[in-house]
């Protein structure tokens, strides 16, 4: 039993806003599954920190999420920026338990138990815009990730965000303290793509290791991290 991680699928089976057109992602949904089936067995768990599915609507993402299902493993799904069919913890969990989809599960203001460790996280925010909404937003976010990590206990956590929460020479202060005060060793994170993926801080820095994990910059292949 393992824990794998791979954020910013894009998925787009039940509307039109195909991936491909992109750069590097040319066949990235046969290469995905192909990835996904040789590595993660039923009995492993994938967290997935955003950017899952193009839908706007809830109920848009039924063949997204039907494919996410046939798929082996648990997945622990978290909001993204581009998750605008995210919508009430309640109305997810009625929609997922509908449909019969009960490999999939929302990480929401709260924490899930895996393979001995706490799952948590948020969707975090950008962290290096003046303007006084995104301060607010951020605010929140924090907010959530506090939740998430009180809820987690004592045992060891890993952190999944969707955005980054550092940069080279930058940080977001607010979430690299609150991963200090839970005492996180590992956090996870998505949101870069192309170019952008050679920027990205990876590694120990002040106590903390931090893993990119948007899909094209894995090659399309669930990261195994315990």
Request: net charge negative; hydrophobic share 45%.
């Amino acid at each position: 039993m393992a824990i794998f991680a791979i954020a910013d699928l894009h998925l787009s089976l039940g509307t039109d806003k195909p991936m491909d057109v992109f750069a590097g992602w040319d066949g990235y949904l046969p290469r995905l599954e192909q990835n996904w089936r040789r590595l993660v067995s039923d009995e492993d768990t994938v967290v997935i920190p955003g950017d899952i599915s193009w839908a706007m609507r809830l109920e848009d993402c039924r063949a997204d999420f039907a494919f996410l299902h046939s798929l082996p493993g648990k997945k622990l799904l978290l909001k993204g920026n581009h998750d605008y069919w995210w919508t009430t913890r309640a109305k997810m969990d009625k929609f997922l338990a509908a449909n019969g989809f009960d490999s999939l599960r929302i990480v929401h203001n709260d924490s899930v138990q895996a393979e001995g460790f706490a799952i948590c996280g948020s969707r975090s925010w950008m962290f290096d815009s003046q303007e006084e909404q995104d301060e607010k937003v951020m605010a929140r976010e924090l907010g959530r990730l506090r939740a998430s990590l009180a809820a987690a206990g004592e045992g060891e956590k890993l952190v999944f965000l969707h955005y980054p929460p550092v940069y080279p020479g930058a940080r977001a202060d607010g979430v690299v303290e609150l991963l200090r005060e839970f005492g996180v060793k590992q956090c996870f994170y998505g949101h870069l793509h192309g170019s952008a993926i050679r920027f990205a801080v990876q590694g120990w820095r002040d106590e903390i290791c931090y893993k990119l994990v948007s899909a094209d910059a894995l090659e399309f292949c669930p990261w195994k991290i315990s």
